[in-house]
């Protein structure tokens, strides 16, 4: 087992060709900053996290607060500063440590901003910041020789591959249920509405597509990560991302999702192929880089006892990225409507789910009972969030107790009046109307106020007949 | 068989250079998506097609000086309504068609039903449905511009002429404007509705016509004081010194006192005091001419919105891809959805909702917010809005025949909801038709009667916001909701 393990870390510590990781910083700053941009150009800062009047929180990050308009206008140029300079490979590791604690920051403003490849790219940003991408194809390593290598211990590698892997893997065995492989929800419901697109409208609109995509959906997310591990598949899979991607980019709003996965994949390729690139451009550009592309990465490590650290943080990454996603079973029923373990478990584009929700306040003493709208204290699309996730429910239900007790009409109780449709099936009820809200605090239990999901498969439903 | 050369292509490391340019190109393409639907909105561009497609009376020229060469006519009957609407304590004028229950007018507003547009019998598509969508609400407004030329007649005639009689008739004239521009306040989309809802083609003209939930007495008390209507940039001025909400004050609240904090200028000054009763009633006679004046200059900026040789909209929203603001059909359709969700959140939650108290006011009921309570036709507005909402989700012709969103359902397999859903649509209006005596006494007296509407409103908008919304994924407004996954 011992040698097993000094294999392993033998093979870890080899060294490898570094230019697929200053390829992958380029291109992943560029669409960062591509991101960054899209919010400042259409008023999405404001939009989101600005107009609201009350912001979700994540559990245990209560304390993040939202800054005034102008500082997080500030914020995102600045972080667009960053993505420029991460891809740049300027003042690299600073800018890239940044750019993360920047990213996620802005995630744990509000919940309901929440999306999973918003989460990927912090992922994304923590292993750069943390890798020796800033070494290679830099403005660094240009201008300080001394910092340029050319290679990178294989570790690096196989941690962005298996970040990918977890991601395709996790997306598709969250596919694996009875509603999207048997009855084709919620994409049938998603199709029908694009029929009247230019060219592919009608074809997705054909009774057969939306199952025929379901389980092509399935099998590519589960099995893509590898068959990109097969060199001679490589090219063939690769091929399949562009299509895939580019298919469900032009059928979905999913902004910078398809472009983060298109290059992530591109982890799985021969660590050398950037410098073909490379080898396209004029011999001048080349040869200014040359003396600082030619070193090695540091033929033996500065000590063992270093390596064993990075060892045990890489393990404990990985660790917690399988296990993260499976805390859903801990809870039991289906996570697609109870929304326990459902964020941070690459469960994308699962659900169809829109819900109508009051809350109802009773003052004892005042002897009144009040039906509060959620649009009180929420935007449109916080409420539209809000209204299908139990633990955002549970929140508002506990900013409308802080705020009718405010108002003088002494300690209340809230229950929720919420009526929940899950890929088009007939409303039921999401939270016991029983339950007095106001008593429960959020955690990580099971919450037994939210009541079972509906038993009944959805509606078959089909493309417009005259 | 195999080609050497071809497979030679797709070596892996060539592949990279490859993939590097296929990841860079379509991180350009996705960029660029987003600023092209962008462009879209901006350029207001029209079509050579442009009022070609138009069915039955939608395809007359909704032109303001055609509708005023008509509106002598119309005028004195919609007068005539509106009178009735007075007479029966704000019950909604009644010479339309009724369709079912007590209340339900067709012709829209104590209309007479000229300005209906003629609705073909069609099989469901959306295209189909966007052009009755776009007919009915060139015939909506078309019908609230005759209005509002009468209106601003009538309050001219009160200022040349003050009678009486001509009172009356300036109350009557606002009476029948606002009963059919209630119709109206659900078809806000396009031109009609606000930027800062982020609908597409949004030109804030609903607010500009009537600003109700902003403001209140004092602002216009204000104006009314510092003389703000004579001013030559009255019509730029504060929507909530404008509009029908506030020539409903002027004309109806019969008090000399006013709403303004005892800090206010007019109030610390003495200006409101200075004015008595005679000068006080010359200036509110002048103010509702200079408002309904104003009123009808929106009504047709509305019109002319939609019209073909104007901003051309009814081609914006029945012909969506390049050249509208609406990339596709399915964004046209969530644009009406969003009109139509003036039920839920308007009606079921401000019109009755605060009245009765339901969540802001601690004390108990508050009458004092109800939408018209100088004329007394708060339950009148309701029963028009839920006309509207009719005729948009059932459609349009009379009886609510026509394309809808219920023929929608219908057509992708969700009977079931269309029957649910049209069972909780009726069970309202039997609630909003028994509203008897009218809000304005029902809500202290009758205040079960209200609870009934609020409740059974709140079961229709239950399905309206989560299933209905579920199966024809319809979706919050572009822009708002950046992106998804």
């Not at chain 1, 993040?64 to 500082?71: C, D, L, N, R, T």
């Not at chain 2, 009633?281 to 073909?308: C, G, I």
């Not at chain 2, 009606?347 to 009755?352: A, G, Q, T």
């Amino acid at each position: 087992m011992i040698e097993r393990v000094r294999a392993l870390g033998a093979v870890l510590r080899s060294p490898v060709d570094s230019a697929w990781l200053a390829a992958f910083r380029v291109l992943f700053g560029l669409t960062l900053l591509t991101s960054t941009l899209r919010f400042l150009a259409y008023g999405w800062i404001d939009q989101l996290f600005v107009a609201p009047q009350f912001h979700f929180k994540y559990w245990g990050f209560s304390w993040v607060k939202v800054p005034p308009a102008g500082e997080l206008h500030a914020l995102f140029w600045l972080m667009a500063g960053l993505c420029a300079l991460v891809s740049l490979g300027l003042l690299f590791r600073a800018a890239a440590f940044g750019l993360f604690l920047g990213f996620t920051y802005l995630q744990l403003l509000d919940v309901t901003t929440y999306l999973n490849h918003y989460y990927l790219a912090s992922l994304l940003a923590l292993l750069l910041a943390c890798s020796p991408a800033g070494q290679t194809y830099s403005l660094d390593a240009l201008w300080r020789p001394q910092l340029a290598r050319r290679t990178v211990p294989t570790a690096w590698l196989y941690l962005f591959r298996f970040q990918v892997t977890v991601v395709y893997t996790f997306a598709g065995l969250a596919k694996a249920h009875h509603d999207w492989l048997f009855h084709a929800e919620p994409l049938r419901i998603w199709l029908l509405s694009r029929a009247d697109m230019p060219i592919i409208g009608p074809i997705v609109a054909l009774d057969w597509a939306a199952p025929v995509m379901s389980w092509a959906g399935f099998l590519f997310d589960t099995s893509i990560p590898w068959l990109l591990m097969v060199p001679r598949l490589r090219p063939y899979a690769y091929l399949l991302v562009i299509g895939f991607h580019t298919t469900v980019g032009l059928l979905f709003p999913i902004g910078m999702f398809p472009v983060i996965m298109v290059l992530s994949v591109l982890v799985f390729f021969s660590p050398s192929w950037p410098r073909k690139l490379w080898g396209r451009l004029p011999a001048r550009l080349r040869a200014r880089f040359a003396a600082a592309d030619t070193r090695p990465a540091p033929a033996s490590p500065a000590s063992h006892s270093r390596y064993r650290l990075w060892y045990a943080l890489g393990a404990a990454y990985c660790l917690f990225q399988v296990a993260f996603p499976l805390r859903f079973l801990a809870y039991g029923g289906s996570v697609r409507w109870h929304e326990q373990g459902m964020r941070f478990s690459w469960r994308v584009m699962v659900r169809e789910k829109n819900g109508s929700i009051t809350f109802v306040v009773r003052a004892p003493r005042a002897g009144r009972t009040f039906y509060v709208a959620p649009h009180q204290y929420l935007t449109r699309l916080q409420e539209r969030e809000m209204s299908s996730q139990p633990d955002l429910i549970l929140q508002l239900a506990h900013r409308i107790r802080d705020d009718y007790a405010a108002r003088g009409v002494g300690p209340v109780e809230v229950r929720a009046d919420t009526w929940v449709s899950l890929n088009g099936r007939a409303i039921h009820r999401l939270i016991d109307p029983n339950v007095d809200l106001s008593r429960i605090e959020d955690g990580l239990g099971k919450a037994d106020w939210i009541l079972p999901e509906p038993s009944e498969p959805p509606p078959k439903l089909h493309a417009i007949r005259s | 068989m195999k080609n050497p050369r071809r497979q030679s292509a797709f070596r892996p490391n060539d592949l990279g250079r490859l993939a590097g340019l296929v990841t860079a190109g379509l991180l350009a393409v996705l960029a660029c998506k987003g600023l092209e639907i962008d462009e879209n909105v901006y350029t207001g561009a029209t079509s050579s097609r442009a009022g070609t497609t138009s069915t039955g009376g939608g395809s007359q020229s909704p032109a303001a000086g055609g509708s005023q060469a008509r509106a002598g006519n119309s005028g004195a009957n919609f007068a005539h309504a509106g009178r009735e609407v007075a007479e029966n304590g704000g019950e909604s004028a009644t010479d339309g068609t009724h369709a079912t229950g007590g209340s339900g007018e067709l012709g829209g507003s104590g209309g007479s039903g000229v300005h209906e547009p003629e609705i073909p019998a069609e099989v469901f598509s959306k295209a189909a449905f966007l052009r009755q969508v776009a007919d009915c609400t060139v015939a909506r407004y078309r019908d609230f511009e005759v209005h509002a030329v009468a209106f601003e007649q009538a309050a001219k005639a009160n200022v040349a002429q003050p009678t009486d009689a001509s009172a009356n008739a300036v109350r009557d004239a606002w009476l029948a404007a606002n009963a059919s521009w209630q119709v109206a306040e659900i078809f806000r989309f396009g031109p009609a509705a606000r930027s800062a809802d982020e609908d597409l083609g949004a030109q804030e003209l609903r607010d500009q016509i009537y600003a109700w939930r902003f403001g209140g007495r004092c602002p216009v008390e204000t104006a009314l004081v510092d003389k703000l209507y004579a001013a030559a940039g009255f019509g730029s001025s504060l929507i909530n010194t404008r509009g029908l909400g506030a020539a409903e004050y002027l004309l109806f609240y019969p008090g000399s006192d006013n709403e303004c904090p005892s800090y206010s200028a007019i109030n610390s000054k003495g200006t409101w005091a200075a004015l008595g009763l005679s000068e006080s009633a010359t200036r509110k006679r002048a103010y509702a001419a200079a408002v309904a004046a104003n009123v009808l200059e929106n009504a047709q900026k509305l019109l002319a919105a939609w019209d073909p040789a104007g901003g051309n909209f009814r081609h914006k929203l029945t012909q969506p891809g390049s050249g509208s603001v609406y990339p596709n059909e399915q964004a046209a359709l969530n644009a009406v959805w969003h009109g139509i969700f003036y039920v839920e959140k308007e009606v079921k939650d401000y019109k009755l909702g605060i009245p009765l108290g339901v969540s802001e006011c601690v004390s108990g009921l508050c009458p004092e917010s109800l939408e018209s309570r100088f004329a007394n036709v708060s339950t009148a507005n309701i029963r028009q809005n839920y006309v509207g909402f009719r005729r948009l989700f059932q459609g349009c012709g009379g009886n609510y025949t026509g394309l809808g969103f219920d023929d929608w359902l219908d057509a992708i397999g969700a009977s079931d909801l269309r029957g649910r859903m049209l069972t909780a649509l009726d069970a309202a209006q039997q609630a909003i038709d028994a509203l008897d005596p009218p809000l304005e006494v029902s809500i202290t007296q009758q205040t079960d009667r209200v609870w009934a509407v609020y409740t059974a409103l709140k079961q229709l908008t239950d399905l309206l916001k989560s299933e209905f919304v579920s199966v024809l994924d319809l979706e919050l407004p572009a822009g708002a909701g950046s992106d998804n996954d």
